[in-house]
């Protein structure tokens, strides 16, 4: 037997006796056996393809006869190989037939025709099938999308693409159609920029169809990438056998049209499910693995099955067995009752609870303490403040004394603010001995010592100057006169008052 064969065995029903016939029926489908030529096409070319066969059927047995028919999907035939009774009828190719041929008789023939059908090829498709005991069946489905048919070359036209969407690519991929169960409910269409909107869905009460258009037609090598979801009700595809219950869903792409190099199928069961098998029609690779989501505590137990070149006939029905306890059911409810209920009891203790610190301890105390001094130091910088405003008021006598000249009014002023000032220096007496007593104004009580101490000093100086202009302007001295008598106190009168200011920030800051 020559080595780059495969070889299948099959089972018959029964014995075959001598003289006794049986009728097989082989299916089998290949995967990339037809090769675009030329590889490479403009927007307006057509779609050639190269298929390469044998006219002889390849078996390990003596044939006593046999024939083949290549049926193409076009009549547009560019050329194909002629042998001994070759017979062509339009789109179809017949070869044969022939009699008695020897085992692994072999004669190659090479068909080039027209198939602008797009050639959908998946690179990849994830399906997540996630089973839910409280109703739902979600399945996610994610497609790495190519396609494989002749190379686009030149540039784009979108606008001769829409005039002339069967000229001007014929064989771009323009729509796919998703053939799902007749139930199905919550569908989305998306890919990495979000919604996909061109897509249409129909369906009766035997099956739903769901029409997919890509954001751009696809010429060949182009690339997409996109995901569909759906739900389905638990109750059409969740059974329950000899104690164990179990998934009854498909397996393949919903979109026939595509051939998938690598499919991932995930089927994500119920936390807390046990003793997992799969029956499968077809040889496949398992694994498994855990998914967290919400709620979880161990995570949920997936089954991965992965299988390489995959048909439209793969599409076929396989079962996931496992057992699951209803009780597990009851959970995540709980969890969510018991973290809802410590919620509110923490909530309930927090606001009957007394969080003051003692009224005895001693931060307590130091706390009240400082408060007083804080108090007090306010208090003392108010006063200080009413006394500058009267220092101002007394600068604004001198001022209309030296407008009108009215020398009782000015002295009439002086008499009131020396009283406000008087009151004011007996306000400040408790305050500072009540300072000087707080352990807790040690630190501010030098600055606000020095701070009343300043204020005394500018208002003895303020009175000095008072004096001095209304006594000159009671002798009849000239502006100039009184300006140079008081030049000097005025310059030790601001300096003063900077001081003050200076002190009055610093024990803010303090």
Known sequence: ???????????????LGKGDSLTLDVLVVFKGALQPFPEKITQADIQLVVFYETAYY???YAVKVQSLSVKLPDARIESFTKIENTKIHGSEIKYGPYENLPPFSYSPIVVHFEANQPFAIAQELVREIEISHWGNVQVTEHYNLVHGGAQSK??????????RPHVRGA????HLVAKLPPRVHSIYYRDEIGNISTSNLWGDHKKTEMVIE??????????TAFTIGYSLPLQDFLFQSDGKRYVNI???????EVVIDTLIVKVVLPEGSADISVSAPFPVKQGQETKFSHLDLVGRPVVVLEKTNVVPEHNQHFQVYYKFSSLSMLTEPLMLISGFFFLFVTCIVYMHADLSISKSSPSYLAKLQWDEVQAAVQQVRNIINRCLMIHDKLEASLRDLSRTGDVQACKSARKAFDGLLKDLSKDLKPLLASLQTSPQAAQI?????????????LQERMMAKHSTVVDSYEKKSSGREIENRVALQQQKITALRQEVDDLLDLIDEI
């Not at 030149?154 to 005039?163: C, K, M, T, V």
């Open 1 to 15: 037997m020559p080595p780059a064969l495969t070889f299948y065995s099959v089972s018959l029903p029964k014995g």
């Open 58 to 60: 390849l078996s390990p």
């Open 154 to 163: 030149g540039e784009f036209s979108r606008l001769d693409f829409q005039a």
């Open 171 to 174: 064989s771009a991929i323009r």
């Open 214 to 223: 890509p954001r751009y037609p696809m010429f060949g090598g182009w690339r």
């Open 250 to 256: 498909s397996f393949g792409s919903p979109v026939n």
């Open 445 to 457: 009580l030098p600055k606000v010592e020095e701070l009343v101490g300043k204020e005394r000093d």
